[in-house]
């Protein structure tokens, strides 16, 4: 009952930053968690970030914490994702995810939702 769209995702050199963003339509009035997962090649799916409803609480997973910043505006029903200072080892497949749960969680399948994925490729 929700669907996501990200987009910002392309090609970037070492040291740049990007700017993700995911749209969630449908059945969005409730409060929920926004988050940020990725998958290299040959890698597991890592989470990013993850943001919260109330006042906004967020999360970051130990590779990206201190570059990356996780945002949302709840009136757009957007979650946003601002990387700086990107690295190669950051090179992947960003999803957005939303889980319908009020606490923030890192794993996957605590998330009911997916969008298809952008990708974010990082040159050295």
């Known amino acids: 009952q929700v669907q996501l769209v990200e987009s910002g995702g392309g090609l970037v050199q070492a040291g740049g930053s990007l700017r993700l963003s995911c749209t969630a339509s449908?059945?969005?009035?409730?409060?929920?968690?926004m988050g940020w997962f990725r998958q290299a090649p040959g890698k597991e799916r890592e989470f990013v970030a993850a943001i919260g409803w109330s006042r906004g609480s967020t999360y970051y997973g130990d590779s990206v914490k201190g570059r990356f910043t996780i945002s949302r505006d709840n009136a757009k029903n957007t979650v946003y994702l601002q990387m700086n200072s990107l690295k190669p080892e950051d090179t992947a497949v960003y999803y957005c995810?939303?889980?319908?749960?009020?606490?923030?969680?890192?794993?996957?399948?605590?998330?009911?939702?997916w969008g298809q994925g952008t990708q974010v490729s990082v040159s050295s």
């Open positions: 449908g059945r969005t009035d409730s409060s929920y968690v």
């Open positions: 995810a939303v889980d319908l749960g009020e606490l923030i969680s890192i794993h996957r399948h605590d998330y009911n939702y």
